[in-house]
Structures are given as structure tokens and as C-alpha cells.
């Protein structure tokens, strides 16, 4: 393990200059400062803080609080952030896992304020409603907890990091395959849920923003659903034996149910379905062209690099590692043609 006095001696330094350098403690000459960090980088060293628990075997504590649906979906980002847990875990860092219902963001604020009275370091949290937890957010990092938003980003906070997609892009992704599909005419019907939360707002904004292009593609919804999907099905049977659809934009997880409900009643492979994420009922239902394609986020890798940039953060005292306030994932569409290579 490469240490300050290794550095020290390559650059003919005190071990104290070094150590100041490192630690961004007293006063370094600019010059200086930036000679000892490309060293470090160079020669490999570790930060102080990861030698200290190797050395004292006293962990560092994160936590990542994940919500609860579509549970195939949160199940993937767990299995990323499970995979970048092992890895940490060599450092002495300890990552712990937790999940809250997706539908009671109040029980998110409580579990993040027992959290930050049991002494993690570092905070991850999936918000299942981004507007309510600005202060919680800014009331951490005043106690020096670093805060990684995942998969929806709360923006007007104070969090390092947001890790997740991009839901305008996202939307805009889905307006042209919609187009292109219904070969830029038909009537589509958007549904969204009825709480109205910021991703999925801009999603269905980014869809407009393609299909207005389009003046022989009619718009009509969105029409609101319960967010836990249960009124789901009943509702798409409706929707679809009241209007003569084309399309079915589906900005959130009910996937499964919409698809479901287009068996139900005759239309499946009559109408064009866009979505979201990919679960094996999905696959099989893009596999039986009842749903036309679904767009993925990486939810793996969002998981993995929510626990890697938090680790990166709580080791940067030197200033080593680069800092983004936002790292999107990649938006990739999914159809029957390309559908093995996304399949576990």
C-alpha cells in the first residue's frame, strides 16, 4: 500500500507537506498541491481515511433506501448495488440495504433521520416523491452525511450526485418509436399515475415534445391510474373499448397489466405499446408482439455506480477523484429482434 512517506520521497517532501496536500488541511503551495495529487494518483494511493479501517477493522457505514415497485425493476438495481458492495467491502466500507413502501415517502424521511443518528457516512436514496425530501436532503449534508440521489433526482436539494435517467430524453425517446411505428398517424393514448411526480411529468413532456411534430398523430390523456397499478388492467379494458386507439403510451410500470388487458379484449398486436423496463413477463409479452418495445435505463449499473460514487466521495478528501452532479444512464429500446441480449 502506497503511503504519504512514499510519496513524500518521490517528490523530496516532507511527510507533513504530503499529508496536508492530501487531506486539504493548512496551507499548500498551489503548485505544490497539484505535484502531490498527480503523484497520487500515479503511485496508486488510497485515501487515509479506506487505510484506517483496514487497519482498525472499524467500518464505514452507507446505506442505500430503495422503494418497493415494480419490484423486477428495483430488484436489478439491488443486484448492481449489491455487486459494487462486495467490491467496497474489501475497503471496509459496509453498505446496507433498505426498502420502504412506494406509495409512503413520509416513511423514507423518517428511516433517513434514523439513519443519520446511527452514524452512516454516506446516503443513497431512490425518493418515491422528490419534492418532499429537499429538507431532509440539505439536513444531512449539514451534518456532513453525503447524500446520492438514485433514480430520481432532487434537484433543488443540496445531494452530490443524482445517478439515473434522464426522463425528458426518455419520453422523447418513446415519441419516435411511437411515430415511427404508427407511421406518423394514428390516435395514442398516454396513461401516467395520478400522484403526478416530476420523472414521470417529464417523460410525458418529452413524448409531446416529438409527437407535436406530427400533426396526423392525435394525443389524448394522459388518463391517471393508481401508481401501484391495481386499477390498472380494469382501466385499460375501459379506455380501450371506449376509443379506437392506435397507440397506448405507457409512461410508468404497468406494463404488465396494460398488456394484460389488451389479451382481455381482442386488441393485442392491433395496437402499438411503448413502455418502460423489462421483466420476464414483458420479454414474453414483446415476444408474443402484444407490446411493441420497451425503453431500459440500465438499473444495474445504476445501482452499482450510486455505492462507487459514494465511496469515491467519502474517500476524496484529497480532491483526487472527478465530481459530476449528474451521470445519466444509457436509454437503450428494446424489441422482439434484440430482445436475448437484455434477458438475465
Not at 119 to 132: E, F, G, K, L
Not at 299 to 316: C, E, N, R, S, W
Not at 336 to 343: A, Q, S, W
Request: charged letters at 25%; a negative charge.
Amino acid at each position: 500500500m502506497v503511503t504519504t512517506k512514499d510519496i513524500a520521497e518521490k517528490l523530496r517532501l516532507s511527510q507533513a507537506t504530503v499529508s496536508r496536500a492530501l487531506n486539504n488541511k493548512g496551507r499548500v503551495n498551489k503548485e505544490t498541491k497539484q505535484r502531490i495529487l498527480n503523484a497520487a494518483k500515479e503511485m496508486g494511493y488510497i485515501p487515509s481515511l479506506a487505510a484506517r479501517t483496514l487497519v482498525t477493522q472499524q467500518k464505514i457505514k452507507m446505506a442505500v433506501i430503495l422503494f418497493s415497485h415494480p419490484e423486477y425493476f428495483w430488484q436489478k438495481v439491488r443486484k448492481g448495488v449489491e455487486e459494487a458492495g462486495l467490491e467496497v467491502s474489501l475497503l471496509g466500507i459496509e453498505v446496507d440495504v433498505f426498502v420502504t413502501p412506494i406509495d409512503q415517502p413520509q416513511k423514507q424521511i423518517e428511516l433517513m433521520e434514523q439513519l443519520a443518528q446511527q452514524q452512516y457516512r454516506a446516503i443513497c436514496i431512490a425518493p418515491s416523491d422528490p419534492s418532499v425530501m429537499i429538507d431532509v436532503i440539505d439536513s444531512l449534508v449539514d451534518q456532513g452525511i453525503y447524500v446520492v440521489v438514485l433514480d430520481a433526482d432532487v434537484s433543488m436539494s443540496r445531494r452530490l450526485c443524482y445517478m439515473g435517467c434522464n426522463y425528458t430524453q426518455a419520453g422523447r425517446l418513446a415519441g419516435e418509436l411511437m411515430a415511427k411505428m404508427l407511421h406518423y398517424s394514428g390516435t395514442v393514448a398516454m396513461l401516467a399515475f395520478d400522484d403526478g411526480i416530476q420523472p414521470i411529468q417529464q417523460r410525458i413532456t418529452g413524448f409531446r415534445s416529438v409527437i407535436d411534430d406530427y400533426p396526423d398523430v392525435h394525443l389524448y390523456g394522459p388518463f391517471k391510474f393508481k401508481r401501484n397499478g391495481q386499477d390498472a388492467y380494469q382501466k385499460t379494458c375501459d379506455l380501450i373499448s371506449e376509443m379506437k386507439l392506435d397507440g397506448l403510451y405507457v409512461s410508468y410500470g404497468i406494463l404488465e397489466e396494460v398488456a394484460e388487458a389488451l389479451i382481455q379484449t381482442g386488441k393485442a398486436g392491433e395496437i402499438c405499446v411503448i413502455g418502460y423496463d423489462l421483466s420476464e413477463k414483458i420479454a414474453d409479452f414483446i415476444q408474443r408482439d402484444v407490446i411493441t418495445a420497451t425503453i431500459t435505463h440500465e438499473p444495474v449499473l445504476q445501482g452499482y455506480h450510486a455505492v462507487k460514487t459514494m465511496y469515491h466521495y467519502i474517500l476524496d478528501s484529497a480532491g483526487v477523484y472527478s465530481k459530476s452532479s449528474i451521470l445519466y444512464t444509457k436509454l437503450e429500446a428494446v424489441f422482439k429482434e434484440n430482445l436475448l441480449y437484455y434477458l438475465d
